[in-house]
């Protein structure tokens, strides 16, 4: 764990640096971080960086990342954000009665939320703003009468628990996603909840807490493989991928190696992507331990792997979500952005931008990606400016 006698990166990192007797400008040839950068984060005239900067300065140290970070969170929702979601933060507050109406059933709230989990998945944002407020308090309502009510309540925090990670809604999706845990039906489906506050601890910058919290679920939930049913494999194997990819992020390539090898066993086992329930946060197999692969290429700097991974992968048949192949689409253009291929990475950027605008806009990765692009380029086309506008860059 990171020293808190040393409340910011540079410090941290120098205290290592020189434990490790290197200079700064032997920690930036080692490290391929500017040496006016590391300069600027030792001398306090920046008090953090990006989290793939502190994982290449902890490779180059020889410490997890999480040594000298404590916590790195991507961006918080913006005001325009934070006010379009107030009534579903409200609702999930301060529920209120549903009013005159006659008083909502078990059956007539679970078919609702059948109903919106295409919403999800689609990630059609404004019409969700819309109707979950209403949602959310009839589930309330259900919850206090029957086990039966708190199942299906469970269901739908665990989805707006999601979404609100989506739109970077941190500390509100932290509670609800506590809250949906509490209402599980079983350990599997508390399993599933659990992979979800994993993937937000990452995008929160706790890739400690999210490797601890993903290990210790995985081992608990461990199957035999001789009888184990798709659904355990399915919530097995979606841990073992939460925690591998909190290890590369903490700079620890032989836990990560091993994670995406068990889960690969799950998934060799299961055979072809599964989603039980229909609940698409859980759909798992080959394709998806393949798209994880790739993610940890590029977190690892090897975009020539992401693109021969990618290349190798048919996500045929399965649906685009920004749960798999629309979030394996952005490492694939980050892979070519890497290797200077900027007009392949624009039509790959297009593509989500086609199928998944609202999500888009929220993606910190996505801007950061055509950043580069724009940084790359002398000119830009108007795809490109497009595609700025579309994540909120200004050029």
């Not at 500017?34 to 180059?60: F, P, Y």
């Not at 999930?92 to 059933?105: A, C, F, K």
């Not at 944002?125 to 206090?144: H, K, N, S, T």
């Not at 599980?184 to 909840?193: E, G, S």
């Amino acid at each position: 764990m990171p020293d808190e006698t040393h409340p910011h990166i540079g410090a941290r990192m120098r205290e290592v640096r020189k434990r490790r007797g290197l200079t700064q400008r032997g920690l930036a040839e080692a490290s391929g971080v500017s040496l006016s950068l590391i300069r600027k984060l030792e001398q306090g005239e920046r008090n953090d960086t990006r989290l793939e900067t502190a994982r290449q300065l902890a490779v180059a140290l020889g410490v997890p990342t999480s040594r000298l970070v404590a916590a790195h969170p991507e961006q918080g929702a913006d005001p325009a954000t934070a006010e379009r979601w107030e009534s579903v933060r409200q609702a999930l507050r301060s529920p209120e009665p549903t009013g005159p109406d006659e008083p909502p059933t078990v059956e007539g709230v679970r078919r609702a939320v059948d109903a919106s989990v295409p919403l999800f998945a689609s990630d059609r944002f404004a019409e969700l703003a819309v109707i979950l407020p209403g949602l959310l308090r009839d589930a309330d309502v259900l919850a206090g009468i029957s086990p039966e009510g708190r199942y299906v309540r469970g269901r739908l925090l665990h989805l707006t628990g999601w979404l609100l990670t989506q739109t970077r809604q941190f500390e509100d999706a932290a509670t609800t996603l506590t809250r949906a845990r509490d209402d599980a039906h079983d350990r599997l489906d508390a399993a599933a909840m659990v992979s979800t506050e994993c993937w937000l601890l990452l995008r929160r910058g706790r890739i400690a807490d999210a490797r601890g919290l993903a290990i210790r679920w995985a081992d608990e939930v461990e199957p035999r493989m001789s009888r184990a049913t798709p659904e355990e494999l399915v919530a097995w194997g979606w841990l073992l991928l939460r925690a591998s990819a909190a290890s590369i992020r903490d700079n620890r390539p032989d836990e990560s190696e091993n994670a995406l090898r068990l889960a690969t066993s799950a998934a060799v086992a299961i055979g072809r992507e599964r989603t039980p329930g229909g609940d698409f946060l859980r759909t798992f197999g080959p394709v998806t331990v393949a798209f994880k692969r790739a993610e940890t290429a590029m977190i690892a700097d090897r975009p020539d792997n992401v693109l021969k991974l990618a290349a190798a992968v048919s996500p045929k048949g399965l649906r685009p979500s920004s749960n798999n192949l629309n979030r394996h689409r952005l490492d694939v253009a980050n892979a070519h952005v890497r290797q200077r291929q900027y007009a392949e990475a624009v039509d790959v950027l297009n593509v989500i931008r086609g199928v998944a605008p609202q999500w888009l806009t929220h993606q910190r990765y996505a801007r950061d990606i055509v950043e580069r692009v724009i940084t790359g380029r002398r000119t830009l086309t108007g795809p490109m400016r497009e595609l700025a506008d579309a994540v909120g860059l200004r050029v």
